[in-house]
């Protein structure tokens, strides 16, 4: 699977090595090529994924502000209700399309 944001792929990696939650594809770290995301200092905290890190997406010169998300350390409890281990897999929304 792919995440691309006008015809650059940000993200790719089989979709057997992602993980969908809440009906967000989550890419593994190694998957995403970093130097696309800057780190924003929007703040957010989920009842169960705990403390989320958003990223700005760069798009050429523009940067597009909270497409990507990521949760840095889960609460080991919710690994159970995911399957695994989701630490810094980065999901994306808006502008960037995850198709396979």
């Known amino acids: 699977m792919k995440a691309v944001l006008n015809g650059t792929v940000i993200a790719e990696a089989p979709q ?3 993980l969908k939650i809440e009906g967000n594809w989550y890419f593994p770290p190694a998957s995403v ?4 995301l800057v780190e924003s200092p929007t703040q957010y905290t989920c009842s169960w994924k705990g403390a989320c890190q958003y990223f700005s997406v760069k798009d050429g010169e523009t940067l597009l502000q909270d497409r990507a998300f990521s949760y840095p350390n889960p609460p080991s409890a919710s690994f159970d209700r995911v399957g695994q281990d989701y630490s810094n ?3 994306f929304w808006k502008e ?5």
Do not use: I, P, T
């Open 16 to 18: 057997a090595d992602l």
């Open 89 to 91: 897999y980065v999901a």
């Open 33 to 36: 090529n970093s130097g696309f």
């Open 96 to 100: 960037v399309q995850v198709s396979e």
